[in-house]
């Protein structure tokens, strides 16, 4: 399993970055700036998801973080909104640290885990809907401010550089934890604890590690979602429907791959759009896509749109090297 | 000082007096039956195939709205569209693990996970996009009828609610222990291996099950419809308290589900009376966080 | 004598009711092949759980170089250089063989050039090189034998417990492997074996302990072992080593 170096990752990310010169539809660019806040978060979710195996039904909890931490820091504490968003970053890595320290201290996986992050990210929404730091029902909105200084901008661009700067760091960071030691014990302890123990690998520190940098990644996007929209609730924060759309994108492009959530984010966004044209603006329908895509992808295609594309490839090599005449390799 | 530090002592004491926990405790008992009957379904699920159903939520909910239109279209009081509905849900469940559940997941306790997390996505906002968010509730003459026992006023609805669920309890204990399918069941979540060899046709017996727990959800929903709002979250609300109890009780275990029913039922109340409606949430998700981590792992540590 | 590679002293393990390991001692020397052998449930891989720290002891010690490691967790267990294989196989099945077994080579490596370097190396050494590439979920259980061989030997240990290696393994597999379980004991890493292929243990074993319901009945060379009555008696029943030697059987 080679994977996409580096250099492939910065080609297809300078690649994308030559969009917004290709389109000035706000349309367009807002759709974009979108699937790649959805990747951002996917990736995360990834990393302890598709790597670690571990699936969290709860990241909500970290976007949220990252959002509220940032706004806070910002409206109450009138920090500069760059250093806000790296302390928002913190923050959800470090509300990332607490959930794992306890959770896999305790050796919960499988259901029981994503019982236990699902009710986690419910005890900070209903904590963000009550509490007055939070806004509690009205939430918080940051002031408007257009200039760079302030992570503003007049025109949608630069917000879409600055996401694609963040899934590019995203994708690079995974990529390397792909090639590295910890990478590998990482995807060990995914497929048999047991015997990764027996290897010398600290289960625990492993996936608790791995919970932290998820965290710090899905913290990035819910900074990035509260510096974008400006306005940020319990519900957008905290709700289970980012919940959903972090582990449906990866499972969608395929777990445990580099590339995995950003295919699956644009699939997913792309769906989401296309519902819309289809039967209107109603709350909920996209949502009803998302969760029929989620049952038909673990049916038939478990390893998402890469695991589709690998096998593909294999059959044609196959066919190729029947074709020249070659044994089966 | 003084004086707001006694006035503090007086509203503890008048918060700890009988008068308040009495009703309170009573109360929690009542809608803990409830909480029960819905926990019944989920351990009963879990105790035969081994899964969490993430989508008993979201089923819940669709009970609540199927029971809300009986009403509101079919003139049924509730408690007679308990009749109807039961056996339309036990279907229903039946269908989803027989035809959606079972085939999609392969087997695999992570690929289970994610179709029954897929289902509660779509079954709950198919019921948001065709219904949508507003809160509905219907309005029966003897919804707000209260019993009087001396110590506290106890409303009529939620006293046959208790009722009804620990009737409900019982039938399911009958079933389990003297009809061939619930020896069927029992023998399926020991040893599923055995069971397939001894002849027993485990995907009908893993269907049935989801069936009964979805059948529940159907009584449950009519109980509460009385005493209850109906929007397509409700579900959730319910779930994670369900969730919280099965673990509490003991993963397929009937009584275990009954007592802890009851046990979060006064929790509830009391942490709401102390709390606030709101925060009075967070209590019980508390204790499902804490009870997940410091159970030992021997008991439900890895395996669904 | 100098102080054995691994000691286990007065080991008891209960489970509920039933006592699995009944004051167990036993001492490993370095850079021999030590066996374990003994009827099925004596304990015996319960006994390995223990050494390698995946379950406590109810009772009693471990001493590694004469230092007491007893109940260290696993991968504590595996940095000291104590390795295990799993009698039934546990291979990374998402993962190729030499992904697999990279996962032991960075027991003491950082990079991961290196890591899969070395894991191609031990690959070579027990017959896996061709293999290399294949998802290890396509193996044979010959195949998967080795990986568990291999990834464990990727671990550099100083003590390899190999968990009956052999069972399952035809004939011809089993010619196969035994030079490379020989070579392994060349290398100089000690060998602790539970097996229950005579031939392997005849052939390969220096020591052999004979386990029967959690106790050890003998001890002594494999010649030795094999001729004691009371071994016999545990694998065949009770007076089976009068009614072997009645019958003109037994071995001298």
Redesign the interface.
Known sequence: ?KGITVPWILTIVAALATLPLLTASNVVLNFLIVTLLIALVAQGWNVLGGYG?Q?S?GHAAFFGTGAYVTAIMQMRYGVNAWAAFAVGIGGGALVGAIIGA??FR???????F???T???A??LR??A??APLTGAGVGILIALDLRPQAFQFQSRAPFYWIILALVGVSLVVVRMIE???FG??L??V???E??????????TRVKFAAMTVSAAITAAGGAFYAQYYLFIDSGIAYG?WIS?EA?LAP?VGGVGTVLGPLLGALVVKALGELTKLVTGD????D??V???????I??FA?NGITGLLTNLRGHFMRLRARALGRSDG | MRASFYAALAFCGRMLSPIILVPAVLNGLLTGAVYALVALGLTLIYGVLH??N?AHGALFSAALFAAFFAYRLLGLDPYIAAILLTPVFFLLGYGLQRF?IG????GE???I???T?????????????AF??DTRTVNLDYAFNVIDIGVAFLSVPRVIAFGVALVVALVLWLILTLTDTGKAMRAVAKEKLGAELVGIDVVHIYAVTFGLGTACLAIAACLLLPTYYVN?HVG?AFV?VA?TIVVLGGMGSVTGSLLGGMFVGVVESLSGLYL?E??G??GI??M??LV???RP?GL????? | MAEPLLRVEHVSKRFGGLLAIDDVSLAVEAGRVTALIGPNGAGKTTLFSII?G?LPPGKGRILHRGTDITGL???LM??RGI??T?QIV???????VH?NI???A??S????AE?LKAAAEVASAVGLANLLDRPAASLTVAGRKRLEVA??L??EPELLLLDEVLAGLNPTEVAAMLPAIRALAGRGVTILMIEHVMQAVMSLAEHVFVLAEGRIVAQGSPREVVSNPQVIESYLGRGAATRLVVAGGGHG
Not at chain 1, 290 to 296: A, D, F, M, P, S
Not at chain 2, 119 to 128: F, G, M, R, Y
């Open positions: 399993m195996g699936y039904f306890l959770t305790s050796g919960l996986r499988g259901s029981y994503a019982l236990v699902l009710a986690f419910e005890v209903i904590l809907s009550v090639q590295s030691r590998a014990w995807v060990a995914r497929e048999n047991d015997a990764a123990k027996a290897l010398g690998v600290n289960p289970s959903v582990l499972i109603t709350p909920g329908l949502l009803v998302y969760g029929g895509v989620l049952i038909l673990v049916a478990p | 899964i969490i993430f959606v085939p999609a997941a392969h306790d992570r690929n996970l994610l179709v997390l897929g289902l509660a996505v779509v079954i709950e906002n198919t019921l948001l996009y949508r968010a397509p959730n994670l969730f606030g709101s925060l949430q967070i998700f508390v499902f966080i997940l981590l410091f792992s439900f540590g890895e395996r669904a | 390698s995946f967790p696993p991968y595996a940095r390795a295990r799993f546990q291979p990374f099945a998402g993962l190729t992904e990279a996962v032991g960075h027991l490596r950082r990079s991961r890591a990834r464990a990727a671990t």
